[in-house]
C-alpha cells in the first residue's frame, strides 16, 4: 500500500471519528493502530460495533471485498460495518439486514445500505431501547 493511500484511509478514519464524536460525544474513539500486525477493525470504541473504514478518489458503490474484509474483522461478538465515502460524496454505512431487524446476526450476505447519519441515528435508537427494557427490568 502506497504512503498516499496509508494517508488518505488515516484522514477517512480520523473524520468519520469527527463525525460520531459529534453524535456520541462520550465515547472514547481511536484509531486501531495494531490493525496491520493483529488484524481487528478500524476504529475502536463503538460497543459492539467493528467498522472498517474505506476513504477512496473515485466511485459510487462499495466493493464487495471491502464488506467480505469488514465481516472477517469483527470480533465474535462484534456486528460489523463498512463506511466509506468516495471524493465529493457522502459517508455510506453497510451492514448486515439482520442487525437492522434486531436479529442475531449470523449472515453476512444480506445486507443494509444507508447514509452513515442514517446508521448513526439507528444505533442511537437501538442503544435507547436497550437501555429501557434494563431499566423496566430493574423495575
Partial sequence: MSSKSRSKGARGELELIAIVKEKFPNLDLQRNYDQAAFGGCDLLG???????VKRYERG?????????QACEQARHHEVPVLAYRFNQMKWQAVMPLQWLADEVVDDCQKIALMPFDDFLNELECKWSRKNSQELDVKN
Fill in 46 to 52: 463503538i460497543p459492539g460495533i467493528a467498522l472498517e
Fill in 60 to 68: 459510487n458503490v462499495y466493493r464487495r471485498e471491502w464488506w467480505q
